[in-house]
């Protein structure tokens, strides 16, 4: 089985900072991509940032320039340095990471959520 925790979510003025982390722990032989996605009130869970285990990463345009993902493969951890923050970037942020259990088994597996706000 494998486990996803998250932290680093709290109320931040507007430009502020923050930074998420995440932590992979279980059976993990490998994981593919280490994702972060967000969810606002009433609206659908978006992908926010993506890395894959070569190093590549991708943003949404909303975020671009301003969020920033990182990596640690021994670790099997991932985290998002959000700055010069807006209101709208204001959800719960899911951590997301999909690859391989011993075994070759299959696993896709999301993390609680952790709540940001943003205040204007």
């Known amino acids: 089985q494998v486990r996803l925790e998250e932290s680093g979510g709290g109320l931040v003025q507007a430009g502020g900072s923050l930074r998420l982390s995440c932590a992979a722990s279980g059976s993990i032989f490998s994981i593919y991509t280490m994702d972060w996605y967000r969810q606002a009130p009433g609206k659908q869970r978006e992908l926010v940032a993506q890395?894959?285990?070569?190093?590549?990463?991708n943003y949404t345009d909303s975020v671009k320039g301003r969020f920033t993902i990182s990596r640690d493969n021994a670790k099997n951890t991932v985290s998002l340095q959000m700055n010069m923050l807006k209101p709208e970037d204001t959800a719960v942020y899911y951590c997301?990471?999909?690859?391989?259990?011993?075994?070759?088994?299959?696993?896709?597996?999301w993390g609680q959520g952790t709540l940001v706000t943003v205040s204007s």
């Open positions: 997301n990471a999909h690859g391989l259990q011993h075994g070759y088994r299959y696993f896709e597996v």
């Open positions: 890395t894959t285990s070569d190093g590549s990463t």
